[in-house]
């Protein structure tokens, strides 16, 4: 019987993923790094695969191989050589012979059929990390959940480590097990987009718990992977399985939709949300904020759950307790979208006292990635452009945004000194009529506050093309609350070369404001 290669997607979610995958499958096994021996243990007989000698040299032919043959001969004429640790070597390997050719040969395939056979008489002996490792491989290379080499090392799998007995509700049924095992690897995001959707598209329905989708949704908002075929499969399970999800786990599945700017197609997504969060909000009160502050990125936040959380029992209710304070927090911001973006809502809204800053400072993934910044090169030309006294770095400003760099300009496109002017513009924003009415009565001269706002690529979906649901949302504020926003994105800061291109990319853009500094700005 020859291994086969591409076995047929059931008819679960065949709809929502119409799209044909491509047969990617063995790409991502040249991103898995090589096999450590001592990081695979002893196997079952107690042979120790780390050393030096013929193991170490078996080790190093099996990566030097130049076909599945060759693969084939150094593991059935070497014997007393082979370790456990060598299959998943000689698997990885396979992965990467095959990356050209992903349809074998019949030679190769009699060889792979040989080689699958090699390890199921072996894999008795295997420890279990190796046999996990090459359960996971084996998945990879495309061999067939009901296939002899997959069954065998399951079965091996099962006889080490018992499984639990299963839930009354979410039968254990193996061939689910694919979109998990790849999802629970260490290393899961180098593995290709084709083999995630091939697993879901080959699961059935009741092999899809709420367990691998919250993993499937972890891995995309982790990642910002903005894939439209996954997240409609998760979008699709939570309104199917409404009755079963309680808030804890629907805060974790809706999670991807804000963080990556997506709002599904399924028609039922909101309706679907809204009478979770009527059925859930006073069960678990974080639950519900994460889920609205997911809708506040995605703009669409429902009256009635609004009306909830901004009443006098639920407030009175988190305080007090240990996640108060990022309660407190991401109220704050829904009432900003409030304030900014829902003038219809008519309900309650979060008492003045209770209000604190809702970005204080750069966000964490800017900390982290300071090194990678180009946060310094972009102040220091400035600083060269406009000098230290023109500008702000890191200002926050109400209710709580915290800004690149920010600079106010006066009616005539001069800027100004920050010395002799106010950097924040009041809020809430005051009307038209307000603003008139104090320009009549203090100045002459109204400055705009202009903000740079950095768009690193971290800023961004993986694609490179859609903005992260919070930074979108604070451009979107920052517009709304009336700071003029100029985004330098990473493409543009990358290609500038040395701190002289730079400077003169920074003039071309803020000339192209209309904006006038030094001798020439008066």
Known sequence: ??????????????????????????????????VQPCCLGPSKSGDRPFGGGPVQGLQRLLEQARNPGELLRWLSQNPTKVRAHHYPVALRRLGQLLVSQPRPSPVEQATLQDLSQLIIRNCPSFDVHTIHVCLHLAVLLGFPSDGP???????????????????PHQPAIYGGQRLEVALSCPRFLQYPRQHLIRSLAEARPEELTPHVMVLLAQHLARHRLREPQLLEAIAHFLVVQEAQLNSKVVQKLVLPFGRLNYMPLEQQFMPCLERILAREAGVAPLATVNILMSLCQLQCLPFRA??????????NHINGTPPSLIVRRYLSLLDTAVE???????????PQRQRVPIF????????????????????????????????????????????????????????????????????????????????????QDPAQRVVLMLRERWHFCRDGRVLLGSRALRERHLGLMGYQLLPLPFEELESQRGLPQLKSYLRQKLQALGLRWGPEGG
């Not at 069954?151 to 018992?162: D, I, K």
């Not at 900014?340 to 979060?350: F, K, M, T």
């Open 306 to 315: 609004l009306q909830f959380v901004f009443s006098p029992s639920f407030i």
């Open 1 to 34: 019987m020859h291994v086969k290669w591409s076995p047929p997607p059931s008819s679960m979610l065949r709809i929502l993923l119409s799209a044909q995958t491509s047969p990617a499958r063995l790409s991502g096994l040249l991103l898995i790094p090589p």
């Open 360 to 443: 204080p400072q750069p966000l964490i993934t800017d900390r982290a990635r300071c090194k990678y910044s180009h946060k310094d090169m972009v102040a220091e030309g400035l600083r060269q452009l406009l000098g230290e006294e023109n500008y702000r770095q890191n200002l926050t400003v109400p209710p709580g945004y915290c800004t690149d760099f920010l600079l106010c300009v006066g009616s005539s496109g001069a800027v100004l000194p920050m010395r002799t002017q106010d950097p924040f513009l009041p809020y809430p924003p005051r009307s038209c009529q307000q603003d008139q009415a104090n320009f009549n009565s203090t100045t």
């Open 340 to 350: 900014l973006e829902l003038p219809g809502y008519q309900g309650p809204r979060l």
């Open 149 to 167: 080499l997959l069954c065998a090392l399951e079965q091996e799998r099962r006889s080490r480590l018992p499984p639990k007995p299963p839930s």
